[in-house]
Nanobody
Framework: QVQLVESVGGLVQAGDSLILSCAAS????????TGWFRQAPGKEREFVAS???????TYTESMKGRFTVSRDNSKTTVYLQMNSLKPEDTAVYYC????????????WGQGTQVTVSS
């Protein structure tokens, strides 16, 4: 069982930066693919980015260049650096983990609210 704990998000202004972290409870996490997702009010949850154990990352096209996912395997932690935030980035952000090759993410964090004011 993998438990994921996200850092607290917060209220920021448009144009600001914010970094979220996702810490795992087990060392085997370092072999997992970790994804970031978000869900805005009234919208479906959407994929933001993911990173595998060797650091290969993927992003939703609209977030490329503004968001960066990284990991520190020594700390079993994955980060999401968000720059040039926009009001439309307001959402609950979730990290999730799956074993390589799995189709779905069985492990999810509790979610953290990020609010971007204009």
């Amino acid at each position: 069982q993998v438990q994921l704990v996200e850092s607290v998000g917060g209220l920021v202004q448009a144009g600001d930066s914010l970094i979220l972290s996702c810490a795992a409870s087990v060392l085997t996490f370092i072999s997992y693919v970790t994804g970031w997702f978000r869900q805005a009010p009234g919208k479906e949850r959407e994929f933001v980015a993911s990173i595998n154990w060797i650091g290969l990352s993927t992003y939703t096209e609209s977030m490329k260049g503004r968001f960066t996912v990284s990991r520190d395997n020594s700390k079993t932690t994955v980060y999401l650096q968000m720059n040039s935030l926009k009001p439309e980035d307001t959402a609950v952000y979730y990290c999730a983990a799956k074993s390589p090759g799995a189709r779905t993410y069985p492990y999810w964090g509790q979610g953290t609210q990020v609010t971007v004011s204009s």
